[in-house]
């Protein structure tokens, strides 16, 4: 094995017991892997972020500070309690859901519809005292 092998498969199984470990967060340990990466060269200086400039990587970050917004605003709660009671079947639970994320993703990206109603769904599902999954 090459020298800079040796550094990336080190680098890797200090990853993996650092994720398992659970102590630090798993963005802060990536961040640190990349960096490390950087630093010992095995990652090109011009290549090391060129990732977060990729429009999926920019949808999943702005989806996330969207759906957050909206919880916090309680607009999901809103959609929640008018779309979808607790007290409805199970079958017209799936089939409300289903409509509405099939009219966001006409609208909109299909990750941005699911961050969008999975926390409906999971505030529906605690109020009809069922599983989410």
Same mark, same amino acid.
């Given at each position: 094995?090459?020298?800079?092998?040796?550094?990336?498969?080190?680098?890797?199984?200090?990853?993996?017991?650092?994720?398992?470990?659970?102590?630090?967060?798993?963005?802060?340990?990536?961040?640190?892997?990349?960096?490390?990466?950087?630093?010992? %060269? =095995?990652?090109? +200086?011009?290549? @090391?972020?060129?990732?977060?400039?990729?429009?999926? #990587?920019?949808?999943? !970050? $702005?989806?996330?500070?969207?759906?957050?917004?909206?919880?916090?605003?309680?607009?999901?709660?809103?959609?929640?309690?008018?779309?979808?009671?607790?007290?409805?079947?199970?079958?017209?639970?799936? %089939? =409300?859901?289903? +409509?509405?994320? @099939?009219?966001?993703?006409?609208?909109?990206?299909? #990750?941005?519809?699911? !961050? $969008?109603?999975?926390?409906?769904?999971?505030?529906?599902?605690?109020?009809?005292?069922?599983?989410?999954?």
């Amino acid at each position: 094995m090459t020298p800079d092998q040796i550094i990336l498969f080190s680098l890797l199984f200090f990853v993996f017991i650092f994720l398992i470990w659970g102590r630090w967060r798993y963005d802060l340990v990536a961040f640190v892997a990349l960096l490390a990466a950087l630093l010992t %060269g =095995i990652v090109p +200086t011009d290549k @090391a972020f060129s990732g977060f400039g990729h429009p999926a #990587v920019v949808i999943i !970050a $702005l989806v996330l500070i969207v759906s957050r917004g909206l919880s916090n605003s309680g607009a999901i709660e809103l959609l929640a309690r008018h779309v979808v009671s607790g007290s409805r079947k199970l079958a017209s639970h799936i %089939g =409300i859901m289903s +409509t509405l994320a @099939a009219v966001l993703s006409a609208l909109m990206n299909n #990750v941005a519809a699911l !961050a $969008l109603l999975m926390p409906v769904d999971i505030q529906a599902a605690a109020k009809a005292k069922r599983s989410p999954a």
